[in-house]
């Protein structure tokens, strides 16, 4: 069902707190995952119990600065206590079910809250922005999504510029901000007996959203089509490995890249252990063979594993982006890999928990020319 | 030697069950084949993640052979059909990535089949001489 929420004295963040709270209060759910404001001024997810402490929630502040789906996954667990309403963007949607499917989260006592995302800041870049009064950065994002970036504002993420999924209406609760003049209300879609529960009532489904959002997706899919025909041509220029090796070629092997992944979750990833601490004579003989070698080691084969094992389920939140200290667009090229391999066995990673990852779901009669 | 000298290494990594003990039948039976292959026993081709072909690839393997039983006969049931499909997205992304997917082969070889194991290193051989050397080999930034 779907309802209208309007806004008093134009205080958007109030509405939407207030809707929240009422979630929660009426014990539709246990606990509410969802962004809290900190003294940094920025934001980060927690479980909220107290519904009291909801003043300080902030689901719209356009900041990245984890993919929440990661710590819900943990919650939900072996022996999840109580239902949680996970308050989360479309990508972290998206990641949540990929866990589901890699078995690191699970979905049945969750109640997805999906909130309308027109595109987040990296968090230096929100702090800035949020140092001047009254900066609230979101109201100027929805009232004309299409022109962030080029409205005088600063510019989005590089993963949100190309983001062509900034809505999830596949979640039990999905908050319709886009297309509405905030100022007024809102729309919320969520299930009858839900509802029944916290009376609300029904409201008209016609608004601006869908058409809104059609118009987001095309212009932000154009732009993701020509950055990544971009990356894909670097990652072709010079001889086999050259655009790879060149793209890559500032990487100081922190690993934040995989350790900001929402997906990328091997308690024994082999890049984590002494797997690679090899042997001085094996360095030396590399540095014999080549005149030289690159330290630390195997950096190329670090990226290439990670682009192996997680460019099938690579939803494109671009939080490997956003930490990398050296400016790398990892985000870009797991997308550009992502997208190719995705289509080639015809995937959507981050939509149906039940559907199988594409390496578990092997037939005997497919791709039977191979290994003839 | 080929014409110019270069000999490719092969790295292979071969099932326990079939391609294994069909190497081991070239051998037995005394079948010529090419000097330039590594063989790697593994468990089952199921059991090969794509970490292992990219190290081989990346520390200077000329090619990589992944030999497994053939579809319908694996010893584990369906561990050949995950092997096959982790190939097929491999090589999906040493394309994009533009790496060489022709340097990865995956081949179903039974236990019975000496002279198909042969036949397939030969082969191989001859297609990575015509490539030439593998650009990593000399690449020390890899």
């Known amino acids: ?372 | 030697m080929s014409e110019n000298g270069f000999e490719p290494k092969i790295v292979a990594f071969l099932c326990n069950w079939c391609t294994y003990v069909g190497a081991d039948l070239a051998g037995t039976s005394r079948i010529q084949y090419p000097p330039n292959v590594r063989v790697i026993r593994l468990m089952c081709s199921g059991a090969v993640d794509q970490v292992y072909v990219l190290k081989a690839l990346l520390d200077g393997a000329d090619g990589v052979l992944i030999g497994g039983c053939h579809p319908g006969d694996c010893h584990y049931l369906e561990g050949n059909y995950k092997a096959r499909r982790r190939v097929v997205a491999l090589e999906d992304i040493l394309k994009t990535t533009g790496l060489e997917p022709e340097r990865v082969w995956l081949r179903w070889i039974s236990a019975s089949e000496g002279q198909r194991f042969a036949e397939t290193v030969t082969e191989f051989t001859a297609k990575l001489k015509a490539m030439g050397p593998s650009p990593m080999r000399q690449d020390w930034a890899v």
């Open chain 1, 1 to 372: 069902m779907k309802t209208f929420v309007p806004v008093e004295n134009g205080d958007t963040l109030q509405a939407v707190r207030g809707v929240l709270r009422r979630i929660l209060e009426s014990g539709q759910v246990e606990a509410l995952m969802v962004p809290l404001r900190t003294p940094a001024g920025t934001v980060m997810p927690a479980l909220v119990t107290d519904p009291a402490l909801l003043d300080q929630a902030d689901p719209l502040a356009p900041v990245y600065p984890v993919n929440a789906a990661r710590a819900l996954g943990w919650m939900t667990q072996r022996e999840p206590r109580g239902r949680i309403g996970a308050v989360m963007r479309s990508c972290e949607m998206r990641a949540m079910i990929e866990l589901v499917k890699l078995k690191q989260a699970c979905v049945d006592c969750i109640t997805l809250i999906s909130v309308d995302c027109a595109g987040t800041y990296d968090v230096p870049v929100y702090l800035d922005a949020v140092a001047q009064p009254d900066n609230l950065l979101w109201p100027l994002l929805f009232d004309d999504p299409l022109a962030s970036g080029s409205n005088g504002g600063p510019a989005l993420r590089d993963a949100c510029q190309m983001c062509e999924r900034p809505v999830y209406d596949e979640a039990q609760v999905v908050v319709q901000l886009l297309g509405h003049d905030l100022a007024k209300g809102f729309s919320v879609v969520l299930p009858d007996e839900m509802a029944g529960a916290l009376n609300w009532a029904p409201a008209s489904d016609a608004d601006g959203r869908r058409a809104m959002v059609d118009k987001l997706v095309a212009q932000r899919t154009a732009r993701r089509d020509a950055v990544l025909c971009e990356t894909r041509d670097k990652l072709n220029s010079g001889r086999p490995g050259e655009g790879l090796q060149t793209l890559f070629a500032a990487c100081i092997r922190c690993h934040n890249c995989m350790t900001a992944c929402p997906i990328c979750y091997c308690k024994t990833c082999l890049f984590k252990g002494p797997v690679f601490d090899h042997d001085p004579i094996q360095y030396m003989t590399w540095a014999k063979r080549k005149g030289a070698l690159r330290l630390p080691s195997d950096t190329m084969l670090f990226h290439l594993t990670r682009l192996n094992h997680m460019a099938l389920s690579c939803i494109g939140c671009g939080a490997c982006t956003s930490v990398c200290p050296v400016d790398i667009p990892v985000g870009r090229v797991f997308r550009a890999v992502g997208g190719n391999v995705q289509s080639v066995f015809d995937y959507v990673p981050g939509f149906n928990p039940q559907e199988l990852l594409p390496l578990v779901a092997f037939q005997a009669e497919e791709w039977q020319e191979v290994g003839e």
